[in-house]
């Protein structure tokens, strides 16, 4: 029998259910993108779940060596169920994103894979495509080194090509060109993709390219001749345990010359150049990841927001109501005014996520006939959402975890675990202040060819430019009419006037910039474009869902563009945007106190629907893996039969009790005694 308010708790959570209005099966396809895609995912978690090499149940207790060979045995076991069962490439890609312990194979299959069957010959596809595809060899992406990462131009190790034998010579030569944090390469990789610099004949450097290269043996997994491997060791907080993030180093390593993956650039028997139809073809691997970024980083927030909003649902503290029973913390201002906006940039950037892998398939088709004039977009735009979204989704797991108040600090929580586990996601890919800076070129590149165009008009604009068409009517730094914060083409608005004020301030003082005006420079345009996209999807809502659930979701992504304003007031505010507010008892000087109003008023409306908007999630217990956010809401029990579960609770003696506990509280006792005969 748990702990008293065990049955309280789940009268609560099903008495949410039934307060809330929404047809969750309903929101959870259109979220999932069909009922097909549904049927799919509960399939393959069905199988995944019901396996017993994935239980969880000892995962806190294991060291970390232990982590890892478990992980090789849950790389293992996927591949079996893959056969098993037939997976297509994208039902064993759900069954891998399952997994909520990162291992090995994630890097094979989500930065190698890509990246090789993209840019490599037809020979290299021909000879080694199949062993990829069915991991008959293991690859890596070995681009970050010791001594640099997010500048890609400076990376030191060296691919020398020599005529007379047709190869390359791969080469470590300083300390800080050691290979480093790259995951799979310590002790799983058999072969790699390896970022670097081209030299031709004479010492002529031509720049950062892609090589092909063989680590281990496939006979005895060994490492091979002239390279070495290792394990750059623990990661912060435990994050990313079971992954051999590795360094590697090469002594003058020759690898055939067909292995320079030359799709796009080449290198001649002779050692003459011939460039790639674009400067950053090689950077496709990196576009690739960071359009799965946004996604990923809006299921990482609706984890935290489903197991924040259950357990503040049924977790009462404070004051008493005639029932005679404690207030329930959702509906404290305090809790509910963080966890909503986090619920709603989880809405925001899975649909932001569906779009933008949509227009890199059509942008990977396009690059794939040898059109490249969508490369610099989609940079553009993955630069800046891989940027947005992984700030945003490591502040809002951490703000989830603390509205858990103490119990969040438990590994039983899940959201510890979460967050070490998302928190580098804002250096890798590109550490998100250099991305900012390159999102804040193409801008201003976007800016300046606009105005000197002969005929401007919106058709020259691209999607993340499109802020750019306010230069086209008279008001372009002011609003003539009152904010409506209920209307979210105001709100669009708003940000894309914000954006556009941004850039110009910045091109006109780009010579004396200040320290952040790259990250605010970014950010805004991003948030614009994410905005703009946003409301889209509204428009798009009432064809997709009954009239309740389109109005519901109005309601959450109105917040998300509500709390985006909110957090861009002193940008706003810098350029006198929006104008003052002229509501009944509101000061006409400031129009923060309306929007901060209309906030508020949204999470009241909302907060009725928050249980079956995270339900429409569909986690299942085995997915959260979360004791305060299990479906039932008897999170007590939960907390109380996982802590059964520590070692330490199985011995009647803690370790080291003979050799130290007990001489130490003998030597205090004798201390005491003395003292006390003395007195």
Not at 57 to 71: C, D, K, M, V, W
Not at 73 to 81: A, G, T
Not at 253 to 263: A, G, N, Q, T
Not at 630 to 645: I, P
Request: aromatic share 8%; glycine share 6%; net charge neutral.
């Amino acid at each position: 029998m748990g702990p008293p308010g065990c049955a309280q708790n789940a009268e609560d959570v099903k008495l949410a259910r039934t307060r809330s209005r929404i047809e969750v099966s309903a929101v959870r396809d259109f979220l999932y993108g069909g009922r097909e895609l549904w049927d799919e995912h509960t399939e393959i978690a069905n199988v995944v779940s019901e396996d017993p090499v994935f239980d969880k149940a000892q995962r806190p207790y294991l060291i970390r060596t232990e982590r890892y060979g478990n992980s090789l045995k849950m790389m293992n076991r996927i591949q079996q169920l893959r056969e098993e069962h037939h997976w297509s490439s994208r039902e064993y890609s759900k069954a891998c994103s399952l997994l909520d312990e990162p291992v090995a194979v994630d890097l094979h299959d989500m930065a190698f894979a890509p990246v090789f069957m993209a840019q490599a010959s037809q020979p290299l596809l021909s000879k080694y495509g199949d062993l990829i595809t069915n991991h008959g060899i293991l690859g890596c992406y070995l681009q970050t080194e010791l001594g640099h990462g997010s500048n890609v131009a400076s990376l030191e190790t060296t691919a020398t090509y020599i005529p007379d034998t047709r190869e390359f010579e791969i080469h470590s030569p300083t300390l800080t060109s050691r290979k480093w944090w790259i995951g799979g390469l310590a002790r799983t990789a058999t072969h790699g993709v390896v970022q670097a610099q081209l030299v031709l004949p004479g010492g002529r450097m031509i720049g950062p390219h892609l090589f092909f290269i063989q680590l281990r043996s496939l006979d005895d997994h060994s490492i091979l001749p002239g390279i070495t491997l290792g394990d750059i060791g623990p990661k912060a907080m435990d994050g990313y345990t079971a992954i051999d993030n590795g360094f590697a180093s090469f002594d003058h390593v020759r690898i055939p010359k067909d292995h320079m993956l030359s799709k796009f650039a080449q290198v001649t028997d002779s050692g003459q150049y011939i460039q790639p139809p674009h400067a950053k073809m090689s950077y496709g691997g990196m576009v690739y990841i960071r359009a799965q970024i946004a996604s990923r980083s809006g299921w990482t927030i609706a984890r935290a927001a489903t197991v924040a909003i259950r357990y503040a649902t049924v977790r009462r503290q404070g004051n008493r109501g005639e029932d005679g029973l404690e207030r329930q913390i959702i509906t404290y201002p305090s809790v509910y005014n963080r966890l909503l906006p986090i619920l709603s940039r989880a809405y925001a950037f899975i649909l932001l996520g569906h779009n933008v892998g949509k227009v890199f398939s059509v942008m990977s088709e396009r690059l794939a006939s040898g059109d490249t004039s969508v490369l610099a977009e989609m940079h553009t735009i993955t630069s800046g959402l891989k940027a947005l979204s992984t700030n945003t989704s490591t502040q809002d797991v951490e703000v989830a975890r603390r509205a858990l108040g103490g119990h969040g600090f438990s590994t039983f929580a899940g959201l510890g675990r979460l967050y070490a586990n998302n928190l580098p996601s804002v250096t890798y890919e590109g550490d998100n202040f250099v991305l900012d800076q390159q999102v804040t070129r193409a801008a201003v590149k976007a800016y300046k060819n606009f105005v000197s165009s002969k005929s401007p008009s919106e058709s020259l604009l691209s999607p993340s430019s499109l802020y750019l068409r306010l230069l086209l009517k008279d008001d372009t730094n002011a609003l003539t009419a009152l904010i409506s914060w209920t209307n979210p083409r105001d709100l669009v608005d708003l940000l894309e006037r914000r954006a556009l004020c941004l850039v110009q301030h910045h091109v006109e003082h780009i010579n004396d910039a200040d320290a952040s005006a790259d990250q605010r420079v970014s950010r805004a345009v991003t948030e614009s474009f994410a905005a703009a996209q946003v409301l889209v999807f509204i428009k798009e809502l009432p064809a997709a869902l009954a009239a309740t659930d389109a109005s519901i979701i109005t309601d959450l992504l109105t917040l998300y563009l509500l709390t985006t304003l909110e957090s861009a007031l002193v940008d706003l505010l810098s350029f006198g945007l929006p104008p003052g507010d002229s509501s009944p008892g509101r000061s006409s000087a400031d129009p923060t106190s309306s929007l901060r109003a209309a906030i508020k008023n949204l999470c009241l409306k909302l907060l009725p629907e928050s249980i079956g908007l995270t339900d429409a999630f569909g986690f299942s217990d085995w997915e959260l893996d979360s004791s305060l956010g299990v479906y039932d809401g008897r999170v007590y029990e939960s907390l109380w039969d996982k802590a059964q579960t520590e070692p330490l609770n199985k011995m009647e003696l803690p370790p080291g009790y003979e050799e130290h506990l007990k001489v130490l509280l003998r030597r205090g006792q004798k201390l005491a005694a003395k003292n006390s005969a003395k007195l």
